[in-house]
């Protein structure tokens, strides 16, 4: 079992920077592929951003790739989400994912809102 907290999020006005913050705990974090999550109002949850064990490769949606990094501390069981230059349309609720084969945890979520 993983327990995971995301922390971070708020209300910040269009151009403005968030940083995310995923905490992780129980199982082995560093076994763990972890991604970034988001779900609009009225819309089905997308994927945002990942990064494999060591967080050496990444992978990003095209509508965040330049504004948007993913980085993670194994040794503080943490997973990181750099937003840079937002956009109203990236407001959501962002989650937090660890993936490890067939097991798959969520956290809780942490409300984005980005004011034009």
């Known amino acids: 079992q993983v327990q995971l907290v995301e922390s971070g999020g708020g209300l910040v006005q269009a151009g403005g920077s968030l940083r995310l913050t995923c905490t992780g705990s129980g199982r082995t974090f560093s076994n763990y592929a972890m991604g970034w999550f988001r779900q609009a109002p009225g819309k089905e949850r997308e994927f945002v951003a990942a990064t494999v064990l060591n967080g050496g490769n990444t992978v990003y949606r095209d509508s965040v790739k330049g504004r948007f990094t993913i980085s993670r501390d194994n040794a503080k069981n943490t997973v990181y989400l750099q937003m840079n230059s937002l956009k109203p349309e990236d407001t959501a609720v962002y989650y937090c994912?660890?993936?490890?084969?067939?097991?798959?945890?969520w956290g809780q979520g942490t409300q984005v809102t980005v004011s034009s």
């Open positions: 994912r660890a993936l490890r084969g067939v097991f798959v945890y």
